[in-house]
């Protein structure tokens, strides 16, 4: 899945912040949010995402949400 290959790609790199629950990073797609827990909850975190995000100068509330598995964990991607 190419959206995927880009998330990887990009987890590579240094991340914009750090929160604890999540590693932020800057996508060609938007804003991921890399979960730092090592078992996935069940259900997306993106309240938790959300609140945790205004701590490193990012408010995503309008943002379009949506998760992917990849292999270095969840990640939660914020787009327009």
Excluded at 50 to 73: I, P, T, Y
């Amino acid at each position: 899945m190419p959206i995927n290959s880009l998330l990887e790609d990009a987890l590579n790199q240094p991340a914009i912040g750090e929160t604890g629950r999540f590693r932020w990073h800057a996508t060609p797609v938007g804003i991921a949010a890399l979960c730092r827990q090592q078992n996935a909850p069940l259900t997306p975190p993106f309240e938790d995402a959300l609140k945790e995000a205004l701590q490193v100068g990012l408010d995503l509330s309008r943002e379009e949400r949506e998760f992917h598995q990849v292999s270095q964990g969840l990640v939660l991607l914020f787009h327009s």
